[in-house]
């Protein structure tokens, strides 16, 4: 039984470039969330979807920002337009459903120069 | 608004010594879950243990046991026989029940750094 899986682990850009992070959660967990955490700070709630069904975004998640999972499977997290402020590791995290604990991938590492 | 407070930025311990790390919580929720999780320099969060306020029994994993105190709203992390291995970053989480679908995120701390010792 394999784990959460994200993609890049780590990702270079320059600023105002587009970035695009995978996720591949563990099979059959319904629920997928995603947190970003910066330097010396917890992770952040950013979003979270239920199969295919985006059902909360976070405050943190500009419009620049978008997440999708298209087939309930695995999902995307976009950041159009990166800024500096952007660089932060992005984590990915599943459960089964609702309640059940969530695991987490290992991230990805962004770096807008 | 639920919040976590972690208040030992670091931590030190000789190996196969115990030791506690602290976590209180502020929530008006009256059903909640708490969690710690532990985070290598690799990155990956690995879960370790999970309370939930209704439980009666502090949750035991293996070496790992949550020091729950419901009045005083805390939830510490003790681990018995301190490794090597177990040097990393520690968050404790609360779960969120708020928002679409019942939420289920998560609330962290700031995180304490565990160094073993030889």
């Known amino acids: 039984d394999t784990g959460v899986s994200q993609n890049p682990r780590h990702k270079i850009t320059k600023r105002g470039q587009n970035v695009t992070f995978r996720c591949d959660p563990i099979?059959?967990?319904?629920?997928l969330y995603w947190y970003r955490q910066t330097l010396g700070q917890g992770p952040e709630f950013l979003t979270y979807?239920?199969?295919?069904?985006?059902?909360?975004k976070s405050r943190l998640l500009s419009d620049r920002f978008s997440a999708e999972r298209p087939k309930g499977s695995f999902s995307t997290l976009e950041i159009q337009r990166t800024e500096q402020g952007d660089s932060a590791m992005y984590l990915c995290?599943?459960?089964?459903?609702?309640?059940?604990?969530?695991?987490f991938g290992p991230g990805t590492r962004l770096t807008v120069l | 608004a639920q919040k976590i407070t972690q208040t030992q930025p670091g931590m030190f311990v000789q190996e196969k010594e115990a030791v506690t790390l602290d976590c209180t919580y502020d929530?008006?929720?009256?059903?909640?879950?708490l969690f710690w999780y532990k985070q290598p320099s690799s990155g990956e969060m690995i879960f370790l243990i999970y309370?939930?306020?209704?439980?009666?029994q502090n949750a035991t994993e293996g070496r790992y046991s949550l020091n729950f105190q419901k009045a005083r709203k805390s939830a510490n992390l003790v681990i018995s026989a301190s490794q090597l291995g177990d040097s990393a970053m520690y968050f404790c989480?609360?779960?969120?029940?708020?928002?679409?679908?019942?939420?289920?995120?998560?609330?962290f701390g700031t995180g304490t750094q565990l160094k073993v010792e030889l």
């Open positions: 995290a599943s459960s089964p459903n609702w309640l059940d604990t969530q695991y």
């Open positions: 099979s059959e967990h319904n629920r």
């Open positions: 979807f239920q199969n295919e069904a985006q059902l909360e």
């Open positions: 929530t008006s929720d009256q059903s909640y879950g």
């Open positions: 309370q939930g306020s209704y439980d009666e």
């Open positions: 989480a609360m779960r969120d029940y708020s928002g679409r679908g019942g939420g289920n995120k998560l609330t």
